[in-house]
């Protein structure tokens, strides 16, 4: 994949697309703001008081996604607030950005590279270039777990057991 950086600008091309560099910062959000009066409105809240209030609390505010499980109950969020969380992400470029880090696109370009560890999990990804660094990688990945386990047991046979401690003998590969 070639990246062609246009840094005066903040432009940068790849993937046969042009991309800008843009500084997203939530604070300069009027959700943000909203979030923040909230944040003193209810900062004398209990969390013992919203349970009081809601006997299915955590059936409410917890997540349940194949196995994935978050409980959001014990702290202090309400649907108000639980409201504005929602828009502030809804307002940002994280649903973009996610699309385009499991595209492969770049989404961190000061290494003007694609963030490729979501694609490791999935050998048969659309992007031939990507599916192909995908299976060298998880080769090489294989290739270092089994050198290390043939070392280790290595170790285990050869190396003396004195005193009820192993004696190793590290030898650095130059």
């Given at each position: 994949m070639s990246v062609n950086v246009i840094p005066d600008l903040g432009?940068?091309?790849?993937?046969?697309?042009?991309?800008?560099?843009?500084?997203y910062s939530p604070s300069d959000t009027d959700a943000w703001r909203t979030l923040l009066e909230?944040?003193?409105?209810?900062?004398?809240?209990?969390?013992?008081d919203y349970f009081a209030r809601d006997?299915?609390?955590?059936?409410?505010?917890?997540?349940?996604?194949?196995?994935?499980?978050?409980?959001?109950?014990?702290?202090?969020?309400?649907?108000?607030?639980?409201?504005h969380l929602?828009?502030?992400a809804e307002n940002s470029p994280l649903f973009e950005r996610r699309d385009a880090m499991f595209a492969g696109e770049i989404v961190?370009?000061?290494?003007?590279?694609?963030?490729?560890?979501?694609?490791?999990?999935?050998?048969?990804?659309?992007?031939?270039?990507?599916?192909?660094r995908i299976?060298?990688?998880?080769?090489?990945?294989?290739?270092?777990?089994?050198?290390?386990?043939?070392?280790?047991?290595?170790?285990y046979r050869h190396c003396p057991i004195q005193n009820g401690t192993l004696q190793l003998v590290i030898i650095m590969k130059e």
């Open positions: 432009l940068y091309f790849a993937n046969g697309h042009l991309h800008m560099n843009t500084v909230l944040a003193d409105k209810h900062s004398e809240d209990c969390i013992l006997s299915e609390r955590v059936e409410h505010y917890s997540i349940d996604l194949e196995g994935l499980y978050a409980d959001f109950s014990k702290h202090l969020v309400n649907d108000e607030i639980r409201s929602q828009q502030l961190n370009n000061t290494e003007n590279r694609a963030a490729l560890h979501t694609a490791l999990r999935d050998p048969d990804f659309d992007n031939e270039d990507i599916a192909t299976v060298k990688q998880l080769q090489q990945m294989s290739s270092g777990v089994l050198e290390v386990q043939m070392t280790l047991q290595h170790i």
